[in-house]
């Protein structure tokens, strides 16, 4: 594929990208603004959500630096979980090629529709870390459902840094320490279905490559933008983007 790309369609990959990042690199929700923009291009569903990959893998690896940079990632809490998001993302991605990913849609749409609802009405959830030494049982709870998500991401996307953060919520880290420590388990999910989608051969490096450049950019200065502003800003921005995630996914799946 050559990079001679449209002028025009350059901007808008390096706009939108840039865009994406910024959200993504707090609470996620980057395919909301990516994935339309890489269809709009007029490549196939399959290589538009493959390409995003490749754009997302850049972002969220520039994210995971500055956030563990600003001491925000407690790396020696989530090392141990990369390989489950890892592996269950490339599963996932294979599972594309097998079935038809609008079977979980449906599910997507309950659970974007309660994480949103609890994190409303749980006002001081998330201000400040009460995370504990988990007990066998919930350590395995907690271990299933990271690769429940990793294998979300791979098969679908949209919303996998919501039920990131979210997971991390309910194991008692802050909204700024889950954003970093799920940025990291995202960056595992998009690197494997990357990998898996590469081997397929979905990908369009001509427009994913620049998209990735602008996804970097927009991911130094998202993420700098919320360590700056705090929890207080994390949490805002989650339940925004949660419900755009919410009424857009609900609008594609009723049409």
């Not at 038809?100 to 409303?120: D, G, Q």
């Amino acid at each position: 594929m050559p990079f001679d790309l449209d002028p025009s369609l350059l901007v808008i990959l390096i706009v939108f990208g840039f865009l994406a990042a910024f959200i993504d690199s707090v609470v996620g929700g980057g395919g909301l603004i990516a994935l339309p923009v890489l269809l709009f291009t007029g490549i196939s569903p399959a290589a538009a959500v493959a390409t995003n990959k490749l754009a997302g893998t850049i972002g969220s690896l520039t994210s995971t630096i500055m956030f563990y940079r600003s001491g925000k990632l407690d790396i020696k809490s989530v090392y141990k979980l990369f390989p489950l998001t890892f592996i269950g993302s490339m599963i996932g991605a294979w599972t594309v090629d097998l079935m038809n990913p609008e079977v979980l849609k449906p599910l997507m749409l309950v659970m974007l529709a309660a994480v949103a609802i609890y994190t409303i009405f749980k006002k001081d959830w998330g201000s400040v870390a009460t995370n504990k030494k988990l007990s066998k049982r919930h350590l395995t709870i907690f271990m299933t459902l990271i690769f429940a998500i990793g294998f979300y991401d791979g098969f679908i996307g949209p919303g996998t840094g919501s039920f990131l953060i979210f997971a991390f919520l309910m194991v008692g880290f802050d909204f700024l320490k889950a954003a970093g420590n799920s940025k990291f388990l995202n960056f595992g999910s998009n690197i494997s279905a990357l990998l898996m989608f590469m081997f397929l051969g979905h990908v369009n490096y001509a427009y994913g490559i620049t998209m990735g450049i602008a996804q970097l950019v927009g991911a130094i200065c998202g993420s700098k933008f919320a360590i700056a502003r705090g929890s207080g800003y994390v949490r805002a921005l989650f339940i925004v983007v949660t419900f755009l995630l919410l009424a857009k996914n609900t609008y594609d799946y009723l049409h």
